[in-house]
């Protein structure tokens, strides 16, 4: 794959494939050079969100490269381009939900936050290991709606496309997600 | 660390940090991604069979398709080519109490509705955003049978968190941005001098009586407030009595029922002069290690009748909910709903119409069961996929209004607003 000749992302769109003057939009022309572009800005991201729902950084970082696969077979299909980001995002979050559906139970996921050694002088402290505990307690829906929002910071509306469900669900998944983690943390009186 | 969100935040990032750029493996575009004829065809496989299986398909949809429309039928008005989204009567067949209407508009599909009140006979108030664009929130008003945009000084991003109205010259509407805007009927105006914030419902018994609910588990990203205002018509005052209370319901400015409390299991009652509060964590179903009870709704039908939904609030499951009610001067268990999350859409003497949630997991199924004599019966809904804003005002006849989106296949959706009259 040749990185260096890949366009600027979010690409300019002023009609379908074409800029003002007529061109050819360089990201229509080269859809994987358009997908890897992405990839190369958002994978990290993307792979942490995942981390944080599958908690196993080698699903985590299957389900991004599916995600980004899938963009690529569809990209013929993507109306606006410029809402690729959000597309991938959600079909993360999807690729998530379908790993959870494998392995049938919540008690086939790995038992405690992922061991790798990059991770153990990080994740030191007791208290973040009970707080990745408690997340990984909640309902999915919960759970995706708390890193949506408070890791990925995205917003109310952002965090519902991602999920694909309304916003009043997506609001509501969170603050019952908080409610449930200040429960699971011994924070509530 | 202060709260929960700043010790979630930091436990996820401090995780997020651990992988690195490095860590992360090339794209791998494998060719067979690549939308190829020549790869679609298979050595040997006849040309009609290719062919089969997409007719096929096609002849089923187009059978489908006619069959949803014999059903349903068309929308009343066609789709305009721009301009704002409108609010139009959606044809619905079959569901003599129930009034529908969809948007339709240059942004269809992309409103997401947020909250939706009945200010009086014949009018409502109901409000949306588009989720994908943030613009600012727009306002319907419905007067007779018709809805019309009204303008609303809302700003870009500005989400309704709370909406509330007494006649079609009082409504209210708390905003996300902390800020209270009020109708009175001729236009909607800033109220200076609010002082809430993370504001999750709002009671409007009149222009000088307003109660307002903090949220306390806003996903603002700041803890949210507890704290519960009234106004007067001159000044709001924070009433601790009413603290930590968050859904309510009233019949009058003397009998007012709310549901909250710190653990999510107290019922209150307002009488006009004090605050009576019970726990009904005995009828909800068991706490456990992985499940937090709580009561999800309440609905007032008088000072001496209420009704409550309960929901176990398990990881994962989600767990068993029950329908509550008070009469005889307590709380009763009159129903289990099943492993569904309940909310309360309209209720009523002797009657009360739930919204349930069957599958936290996979949303957009919801049901909508009544309760009657002591059972209960499944609802037909018209459009119902999902219900987002149930009514903020039940009016005395019973008639309440709910919104929610609705699939149109294609992974399209659009707003809706429903009518309901018992």
Known sequence: MELDSAPSWPPARSGPGRDADGATDPAVADPAAAVTALYREHALGLTRLALMLVRDKQAAEDIVQDA??????????VRDTGKALAYVRSAVVNGCRSEFRRRRTARDLPPDVPAWSAEAAVMASEERREVLRALAQLPARQREALVLRYF?????????????VSRGT?????????ASLRRLLGEES | MSNTQDRLRDAT????STLQAADIPPLRLPDATLPSRAAARRPGRPVFGRWLV???????????LALVVAVRGLPTRPHPAGGAAQLVRWPVRGHARWTAWSETGRQSGKLVTDAVAASGPGSAWVFATDPGTRLRPIAWRLSGSS??????????????????ASSPADAWVFTSANRALHWDGRAWRVVSGFPGRHVGNALVIGPS???VFGNPYTDAGLNGSHTTWHYNGRAWTPVGAAAWLRYASSTSASDIWAAGGSWNAVIGHWNGTAWDKVSVASLLPPRTQYCGPLVTDIDAVSAADAWATGWQGCQDTGGQAVLLHYAGGRWHRVARLGAVDPSIVSAGKGAVLIQLDPDPQQPGHVKVVRYAGGTLHQV???????????SGTVLPDGTSFFAGTHNLGRHRTAGFVLRYRP
């Open chain 1, 170 to 178: 997506a609001k509501s998944a969170a603050a019952r997600g908080i």
């Open chain 2, 380 to 390: 037909a809904v018209p459009l119902v996929s999902q219900i987002v804003a149930p």
């Open chain 1, 68 to 77: 980004f696969c899938g963009l690529h077979r569809r990209w013929g299909h």
């Open chain 2, 13 to 16: 990032t401090a995780l997020g």
């Open chain 2, 147 to 164: 809805w019309t945009q009204v303008h609303f000084p809302g700003r870009r991003g500005e989400d309704i968190n709370a909406l509330g």
């Open chain 2, 54 to 64: 997409p007719l096929a398909t096609a002849v089923a949809v187009i059978a489908i």
């Open chain 2, 209 to 211: 009586d307003v109660w």
């Open chain 1, 152 to 164: 990925l910071d995205l917003s109310e509306a952002e965090t519902a496309e991602s999920m694909k």
